[in-house]
């Protein structure tokens, strides 16, 4: 848990860590950020009650939310990581041993998702925000836009990335997280509603979200992922979804300022994706018969 300046929340949120029914220890660990609020004094409050469950993270100057998340996380030290932040509230006391479980059976698995309820700060609760959560090999869907919560996740420490693909800002962060776990592995969505999300916005990042001033970097951390990820066996990718992966990645390729050497690594890849000539003739023939119509109603230029 990453905190700062959370003082009408923070109490409730590490109530919620503290009502998981688990069979299996946990820890929770707390970065406050230098918060000028009562935030840090509520957390040492809980930590001296818990000193067993909860460890505090000393700071002495303001690092800022990327650079705290990221000594945050690195301090964790269990075998699994769930991450629960000072806007989402966990709400079933069974989330974590639940999730746990399904990745102690499931070693093809890094990292398992929920949904989650929407409330704003004012107003009436948004019911979702995705209409289909997938599963197994999520990277292509994933590649679109970012539709997983950080507050509803469990995932294997050893999937923790490294800074270079943490050093945007800290929403852009989560999303490239998720990204270069699902690079690498198979990913679980679990079906019900874990916790409660109060941030007012409460929305997913896409790429096309980002800030123009971040974008270049976004990309050319995606270039850096792309080559690690690998279509999965379990999940075959029809030739639609071969296609659209394709594309994107020389959309990003040609849009991307990244030195050769980058790019060529994901040239190399290209291959392994390629959704076969007979599908990209008959793609060709129905992008240019849905283009016709178009071009024979435009007015033709006179002098």
């Known amino acids: 848990m990453a905190v700062y300046q959370a003082e009408d929340s923070v109490a409730a949120i590490i109530e919620g860590v503290l009502a998981q029914e688990a069979d299996f220890e946990t820890e929770l660990v707390i970065g406050d950020d230098c918060s000028r609020d009562q935030t840090r004094a509520i957390c040492e409050d809980y930590a001296q009650r818990y000193p067993d469950r ?49 990745l ?62 943490t050093t ?31 941030r007012p916005s409460g929305l997913p990042v896409h790429a096309a979200s980002i800030p123009a001033t971040n974008r270049q970097a976004f990309r050319k951390a995606l270039l850096q992922l792309l080559p690690a990820y690998t279509p999965s066996a379990i999940q075959a990718r029809t ?29 190399r890849t290209l291959p392994r994706h390629f959704p076969g000539l007979q599908n990209m003739v008959k793609s060709g023939k129905e992008k240019i018969t849905a283009l016709l119509p178009r071009i024979s109603q435009k007015p033709l230029a006179t002098n």
């Open 54 to 102: 909860i460890r505090l993270l000393p700071a002495t100057v303001k690092l800022g939310a990327n650079a705290n998340a990221i000594r945050t996380l690195s301090s964790c030290r269990g075998k699994y990581i769930a991450i629960c932040n000072s806007d989402t509230r966990w709400t079933d006391p069974l989330k974590l041993k639940k999730q746990v479980a399904f």
């Open 104 to 165: 102690e059976a499931q070693p093809d698995y890094g990292l398992v998702y929920t949904d989650i309820e929407l409330q704003p700060r004012s107003g009436s609760p948004v019911k979702t925000h995705q209409q289909r959560y997938p599963s197994g090999d999520i990277f292509p869907e994933l590649l679109q836009g970012n539709f997983i919560q950080s507050g509803t996740t469990v995932f294997r420490r050893e999937y923790l990335p490294g800074r270079s693909v």
């Open 168 to 198: 945007l800002d800290q929403t852009i962060s989560d999303y490239l997280r998720w990204l270069y776990i699902a690079a690498r592995t198979n990913v679980h969505f679990l079906p019900e509603k874990t916790a409660v999300c109060t």
């Open 239 to 267: 030739p639609a979804e071969r296609e659209h992966l394709f594309f994107s990645i020389l959309s990003l390729l040609a849009g991307t300022s990244a030195p050769l050497r980058l790019k060529a690594g994901v040239l």
